[in-house]
């Protein structure tokens, strides 16, 4: 399949590079030119021509830790403290999950990052097959692991689980589907479990994806029962030997900041999450200044309640800067590559995705330019970032494919998908099992 | 004009009440009745019957502080320093306005907040004749007031403009417009001035719109000026015995918030403007727990970037809970209140507006909920605060009359307002004067 897109303006997010009036081919699910108009080889015979006047071209946003399924519990459980949140909504509710609702609850959660202009999200959640499964039928691209408790009395199995996920899936669906580890979190994996799923990722050559530093009780408690801050714990015990995505690390000092540099750790800073459970707020602008590997993730939908990527970049740029008291932190165009480029330097996915350039799998979205609400026509880093809406992706093309079209989901049964996820959400709340 | 619209479900902003499949009767302007399917009276004969099974209805959102025509500078100057800000890029900038700017900067912003859900809005600014004709042709409620530098030359000539422009406009368009006087903030307006102002306003019997504790700056040098707190200062010379809607209120004592709830003062908290220009954070929880007539305002385009209220209201309460280091804070009901009838109450304009009931203008919001992000439904207050965009406004009524519908704004030539206000801020920009 050969694509053209032709008379949108282009950020590659290579820097502050603009490119006004461009044109970007792509063949065999790669991008094989970017620049302006007459870019493209003369020879180039596309399959498609997309008109793309009048909007913007920017890398699809990757959105760096979620729970892709909990979208059936959004607006379930809202505006709780943590333990009564958990204990006595989203635990039960999550005890009484099918494969079924997993499979459901990940395409609504595909077409909703679709919509809004994400094409890779990294995922930690269970029955992970089926969220590979939706991710291969929704055409996105996925970073998955499967959610680990070590503490847990299913510990063991669901180590094997993932280790058999991986197996199975790791590098499929075009490649669409990279796997990981997913040891939940210091406080639920004790230290010899942990090096369990350290040696599992090592002989399968993957990454981890764990939340650290979330809350103030987790700095607290894991001080007092390891004499070290949740950064400098997994330090020692040689977590950060290997690729590793960190969510939140939101309780930092100046110690961990260090680690988490030297160790090229990925961290998706999730700001809504971290706002509504009243975590706390990462220190995102010490961390870029510091180097490291900043990305953005929105979380579940049940701490969020959204998956839209725009919102949440829009958000981790404007609260650092009232945060540090300092209105140049964190200016739009950072923070734009914070969600693209950023995003895949998170996943190790950077030589593949990220930016719009020669030879980078082609996940391209098209944003409307168009609207009241981004006019007239300044800054395009400006309005893509305090400005635009996810429902101005226009067009999506994930790994040289259409996924959506003028706003349709063409991968998907949008009616099909969000009405098996009601009856999926009625169930649950209902508290029947009759699956 | 009669319209009854049938199907959805109703949030009437009074407490947490839901009505499931409502019905509303629309007469001369005013809702006539609200409540379950078959409300209306029998002989209720509808000129136009408004199917909306799968939206929800909520009152107009209500923005309480703008400065409308800044849309023209979306994007043009972000992430400065606020005197650079003001001194390099917005002050010498807004010199060049024309009469013309105002009016086709005031459409488009018309536009984008009917397109958002927005209903009513609170302006200050310049050339307000063309904001109000604007406001006029767009079928908008507002509250208009022209901005006064008390300490500027034309300081006089401002105040006999805004009281030429309150006999002029108030109550007019078919009483959509109301308009108040509009001292900038006690650091632009010495004591003298304000006692003009306060003086006209008994008059004229109009409230008046004012910038208040804003930034630290302004809290640090009215203090050194004056000895007392901006709040404390305006209520020395008396300026809240009359009514006053003061945006921003960031910087307060227990003092202020006691002066303020005591002269039942309208308060327009401007989250993300407050969050870019790196001012601070109001302290929003402790105001209403104390009374307040708080509300909430996107300020000026150039400090936010969007008119969306929906994503201000979502700001304001995910701010707070992290402020407050408690997730439970400004819940979604009471979010959805204060973006409504808390905007209505600010403005003193709750016997007119602010929620479903008979008597009421008719100023309604059908809110497409079928979206994959608003799915599954489960507490619609959640959905409208934490997971809706303003994009899912799908029909607006303001004062009976439709504005919107199915998306297209029918009181504008939504293409002929964008190009004319991107000609306005090309020329603004080159920096030619040449109207």
């Not at 997010?13 to 970007?24: A, D, S």
């Not at 199995?157 to 939940?184: K, V, Y």
């Not at 408690?221 to 950064?231: F, L, M, R, T």
């Not at 953005?296 to 309640?305: F, K, L, P």
Request: hydrophobic share 40%; charged share 20%; net charge negative.
């Amino acid at each position: 399949m050969k694509i053209l897109l032709r008379g949108m303006t282009i950020l590659p997010m290579k820097g502050e590079t603009v490119i006004e009036k461009g044109e970007i081919a792509v063949q065999d699910g790669k991008i094989m030119t970017v620049g302006s108009m007459g870019t493209a080889p003369v020879d180039f015979e596309p399959d498609e021509i997309i008109e793309a006047a009048g909007m913007v071209a920017t890398p699809g946003l990757v959105n760096t830790h979620t729970h892709a399924a909990m979208v059936l519990l959004r607006g379930y459980a809202d505006d709780m403290m943590l333990m009564p949140w958990l204990t006595e909504k989203i635990w039960p509710i999550e005890g009484r999950l099918t494969k079924d609702d997993v499979y459901w609850g990940s395409l609504l959660a595909c077409a909703e990052m679709i919509h809004s202009g994400t094409t890779t999200f990294a995922d930690m959640y269970f029955f992970m097959n089926e969220t590979a499964q939706a991710v291969k039928e929704s055409g996105m691209r996925a970073c998955l692991s499967r959610g680990l408790i070590g503490a847990a009395p299913n510990g063991e199995d669901s180590l094997n689980e993932n280790i058999q996920f991986i197996r199975d899936w790791n590098n499929q669906a075009e490649g669409r589907i990279t796997c990981m580890l997913g040891p939940h979190a210091p406080y639920t994996c004790p230290p010899e479990y942990l090096k369990k799923v350290m040696q599992a990722a090592d002989e399968l050559g993957v990454g981890l994806h764990i939340h650290v530093a979330e809350s103030r009780t987790e700095d607290h408690d894991i001080k007092k029962q390891y004499g070290a801050s949740p950064v400098a714990h997994l330090e020692t015990i040689g977590l950060f030997e290997r690729p590793v995505l960190a969510a939140h690390c939101v309780h930092l000092d100046e110690e961990d900041i260090n680690i988490l540099v030297k160790r090229n750790v990925g961290i998706a800073h999730c700001p809504q999450s971290n706002m509504k459970l009243a975590s706390g707020i990462a220190p995102v602008a010490k961390l870029l200044n510091a180097g490291a590997r900043v990305s953005i993730g929105t979380d579940g939908a049940s701490s969020n309640n959204d998956l839209d990527m725009i919102e949440e970049t829009r958000t981790a740029s404007l609260l650092q800067k009232v945060v540090e008291e300092d209105p140049t932190v964190l200016p739009a165009h950072r923070a734009a590559m914070m969600t693209t480029i950023g995003g895949a330097r998170a996943l190790r996915l950077e030589d593949q995705i990220g930016t719009l350039e020669p030879e980078k799998q082609a996940d391209i979205v098209l944003w409307d330019w168009q609207a009241a609400h981004l006019n007239p026509p300044h800054d395009p880093f400006a309005h893509l970032v305090y400005a635009a809406k996810g429902s101005d992706a226009h067009t999506v093309i994930i790994n040289g494919q259409i996924v959506m079209r003028d706003r349709k989901v063409l991968t998907l049964d949008e009616n099909e998908v969000i009405k098996q996820a009601k009856r999926c959400a009625h169930r649950l709340v209902e508290g029947t099992n009759n699956n």
